[in-house]
């Protein structure tokens, strides 16, 4: 498995995580805003604890061991969801999880749309 991330302001900072493994180090949670790219224009605070170790192999092959909170924190577990199947809109009640599955429905009828008329 692998994650690469970068959460640098210039972009060009890159992470990798080979075969991460994340670890809460709190029970304590923290709501933060979500948005995927799997589930366009959707978003949504999720809960998930708010710090956490992170155990990954670099690009050397070398073992390391980070602790992370705040954006890192939520990205890490965010991108770890997508290497176990799940999406954030997962962790929302039903109604929600129902009214995002609606809208996306929604856009994806409206890019079909667009589609025929940009090829008529």
Avoid: W
């Avoid at 075969?19 to 923290?30: F, G």
């Amino acid at each position: 498995q692998l994650i690469v991330m970068d959460l640098s302001e210039s972009k060009d900072e890159p992470m990798v995580f080979i075969n991460p493994k994340v670890t809460p180090l709190t029970e304590e949670t923290q709501p933060y805003e979500e948005g995927c790219l799997s589930v366009p224009q959707i978003y949504d605070k999720v809960d998930r604890p708010s710090r956490v170790k992170i155990e990954a192999i670099n690009l050397e092959g070398q073992a390391f061991e980070i602790e992370a909170d705040g954006l890192l924190a939520v990205c890490i577990q965010h991108e770890m969801d997508h290497l176990n199947g799940k999406l954030f809109v997962d962790y929302l009640s039903p109604l929600k999880r129902q009214r995002a599955r609606e809208k996306v429905e929604k856009i994806v009828r409206q890019r079909e749309r667009e589609k025929v008329a940009v090829k008529r």
